[in-house]
């Protein structure tokens, strides 16, 4: 077959970043990926990971058929008519039997795809599903508590252009998180006007090119952080006059911070004093200070805490709203509802930050003897048997669900437990967007054109949710009629007639995805019909950031989704000025409330609350996910992807290993109070005596060729607790694990 010489733009799908790519094809094959220097947002930056897409694409076995469970057990070929005729009738039966909020949807999206969980809210209302969750619940829920007290919203930092960078848990050289992450810390680095601050229990590639490293004792990040606050408060290096103008109950928080013991701080976290307040005047006396905390902190000890005494440094030094400082931004979709009153689970009672359930409760809103436990889940391109903690736990739970739908490109570990499985085309064969838009004061978005054609046999999402709503038969005929006519006509009367039916009937708007999909999706060029939910998006975007949107160049709603639609290395739909950003702060006076009394509650109570989990039995902390150079979400269901690491080494330090007579390639097994595992091992130096960690992304059951599996690595979640949670999030420990390690004879 002659290899495709075009050029297909796309983006990569591995982090929040989407860094924009094109690709060369031979067939269905990647035969080359380079950066897209036209994009938007990177301007031809990528990482080594993007340009190994094609494992992704090529790499693991495809399902191309649904699959449903017979009563022996086994997994069996059916057509898509069967699957979506008997799905539907048996969440019906759900329905009827146990009420729309016992059926509990995860997932809708994964680093690449979120516009198949923009369809999922609709099949949602169609059941009367009240309940969902997806992995942000395990990561970034307790800063999006806290977001929603403080500035009402996401923040992301201006690294580009702060003098002081901070990094808490963050490792964005292996990680990413910051758009062209590795350029952007290498041009800090050799700036001798610039800091680079990074908070970590390991000496990281980051942390190598950082000014100050604050290697801390592992979980203890919150006194830290406490430390670092009460020298800013108590050597008065706050911004006053931002604190006055700007925030309420200021005095509040100073008070308090005025007490913090800096020298006990200091001790507790492994730190001298003098460093911590050295970095403390670094920060006050800084022209503009950027801040990232990500999984290192937020899946461990005290997370919730942190993100809010993270946010305070921030604030308390006036670094919010202007260059090289954090900043609000607009959404073309928020990814969670920012809500200082969330809802709570039905069983639990457990809060639901960003209106999402907590995944180490999920098995316990399943498994309890309860009426309203949740009875059924559909499961769109997540993988929760593999990546929520407790492997065993969630088995159980899914075992005791009536009904488990799962929606992938592959068979994965949660699909093995299912129900049906449906197959979905691939990331690379649809039209697909995320909705990471995080930037200020140009904020991108990227709508991606297919690369290849589907996978016979594979749908993409929203039309998979499309056909379950049409066999569920909960919106009449008439009402399609007149909205496919009306998109005949153009988008004027689409509107028109749009807007008089959800005058008409509420349940228009509830329904929108589907029937923008089934009426507006037709008339879109190439196939787009899964981006007709943009349409939406971009009467929204119009009415929110009305100013913003025209300083990007769309002077209506209609010209932005067409720049959209046409857009193959991304647009920007909003630009805004400095002074806009306060528009973003919903509270009275557009002040920021610095005050939330739950939380400077555990600050006080720091004084008693354990540093040290581990103990004589389990003496090792593990990282559970370390994120390395050839790890990444486990969407690459290919091991060969990987040049090194193959096999996802057991990290530990030169103390520890000779302490438990242990040297490079040695076997190891890994115990906690929850399972065991082996690992071969690999001395390392950059992680303190009594530190141990895993990495991200192995463990899977892949297929081999005589039809059993293999697994390669460590299944992490075999390791972990559920009952290992931030107490006010739910967010797990993934990165602080209690474990003992032993050698093995080879």
């Known amino acids: 077959m002659t290899a495709d010489t075009a050029w297909h733009k796309s983006a990569c799908i591995l982090c929040e970043n989407n860094c924009g790519i094109q690709i060369q094809t031979d067939g269905r094959r990647f035969a080359k990926i380079r950066g897209d220097k036209e994009h938007v947002a990177t301007a031809g930056y990528t990482c080594n990971k993007a340009l190994r897409l094609d494992h992704y694409q090529n790499g693991g076995a495809r399902l191309t058929t649904p699959l449903r469970r017979e009563a022996d057990g086994t997994l069996t070929p059916i057509d898509w008519d069967t699957a979506i005729a008997e799905i539907a009738a048996r969440l019906k039966n759900v329905r009827h039997t146990h009420g729309g909020k016992s059926i509990f949807f995860y997932g809708g999206g994964g680093q690449g795809n979120h516009l198949g969980g923009a369809y999922s809210g609709a099949l949602m209302r169609a059941l009367g599903a009240r309940y969902r969750s997806n992995p942000l619940a395990q990561e970034k829920t307790g800063e999006g508590f806290v977001d929603a007290h403080l500035t009402g919203g996401h923040t992301a930092g201006d690294f580009e252009h702060a003098e002081v960078s901070v990094f808490i848990g963050k490792n964005p050289w292996q990680s990413h998180g910051v758009p062209r992450a590795r350029t952007v810390l290498k041009d800090i680095a050799k700036d001798p006007d610039r800091t680079m601050i990074v908070i970590d229990p390991v000496r990281t590639e980051t942390a190598d090119l950082a000014d100050v490293h604050l290697q801390v004792r592992p979980g203890t990040d919150a006194w830290c952080l406490a430390g670092l606050l009460g020298a800013l408060v108590q050597e008065d290096v706050v911004d006053h006059a931002f604190l006055a103008a700007r925030t309420t109950g200021a005095d509040t928080v100073l008070e308090q911070l005025k007490h913090v013991d800096v020298a006990d701080c200091a001790r507790t976290c492994g730190l001298d004093e003098d460093l911590l307040r050295t970095t403390a005047r670094t920060i006050g006396t800084a022209s503009s200070v950027a801040t990232y905390e990500d999984l290192g902190v937020q899946q461990g000890p005290n997370s919730t805490l942190i993100s809010y005494l993270n946010k305070l440094i921030w604030l308390l030094t006036g670094n919010f709203a202007k260059p090289g400082a954090m900043q609000p931004h607009s959404w073309v979709a928020p990814l969670a509802r920012y809500s200082t009153r969330p809802r709570r689970t039905p069983v639990t009672g457990a809060r639901m930050p960003g209106g999402l359930v907590p995944c180490n409760v999920i098995a316990e809103e399943i498994l309890a003897d309860h009426p309203d436990r949740f009875r059924a889940m559909v499961i769109e391109s997540s993988n929760p048997a593999h990546s929520l903690a407790d492997s065993a736990a969630f088995a159980k739970a899914l075992d005791k669900l009536d009904l488990v739908v799962v929606i992938d490109i592959a068979l994965t570990e949660t699909g093995r437990q299912a129900d049906y499985v449906l197959p979905a085309a691939s990331q690379f064969e649809k039209w697909e ?225 000779e302490q438990l007579g242990l040297s490079d390639g040695a076997l190891a097994q890994i115990t906690t109070a929850r399972g065991t595992a082996q690992a071969v091992v690999e001395i390392d130096d950059r992680l303190q005596s009594g530190h141990a960690a895993l990495p991200n992304g192995f463990g899977l059951d892949l297929p081999t060729a005589d039809g059993t599996t293999e697994r390669i690595g460590v299944a992490l979640n075999t390791l972990t607790d559920l009952t290992w949670r931030d107490p006010i999030a739910g967010t797990p420990w993934h990165k602080h694990v209690p474990a003992r390690i032993e050698p093995l004879p080879i």
């Not at 708007?509 to 999909?517: N, T």
């Not at 300083?551 to 720049?563: Q, T």
């Not at 991304?570 to 919903?586: L, M, Q, R």
């Open 433 to 657: 967007a995320t909705f990471f838009t995080f930037e200020f004061p140009r904020n991108p978005f990227h709508l991606r054109a297919p690369v290849l054609d589907p996978l016979p046999g594979t749908l993409p999402e929203p039309e998979i949710y499309a056909r379950l709503i049409h066999a569920l038969n909960t919106v009449s005929g008439s009402k399609l009629t007149l909205l496919r006519t009306a998109a005949r006509m153009g988008r004027r009367p689409y509107k028109l007639a749009f807007a008089a039916l959800a005058a008409v009937d509420k349940s228009t708007l509830a329904m929108a995805p589907y029937l923008l999909h089934q009426t507006l999706g037709p008339t879109l060029p190439d196939g787009a019909d899964s981006a007709a939910v943009l349409w939406a998006l971009a009467q929204r975007i119009a009415k929110e950031y009305p100013a913003g949107m025209r300083r990007a160049g769309h002077k209506s709603a209609d010209a932005l989704f067409d720049a959209m639609l046409s857009g193959r290395s991304g647009i920007t739909f909003t630009e805004d000025d400095y002074d806009d950003a306060w528009c973003y702060v919903p509270h009275p006076g557009r002040r920021i409330p610095l005050p939330i009394p739950e939380l400077l509650g555990l600050l006080a109570d720091l004084d008693t609350t354990p540093a040290v989990h581990t103990t004589a039995e389990y003496p090792i902390v593990l990282v559970a996910g370390q994120r390395r150079a050839f790890t990444a979400n486990t969407i690459f269901r290919d091991n060969t992807w990987r040049k090194r690491d193959t096999n996802g080494t057991l990290h530990i330090s030169p103390q520890d290993a």
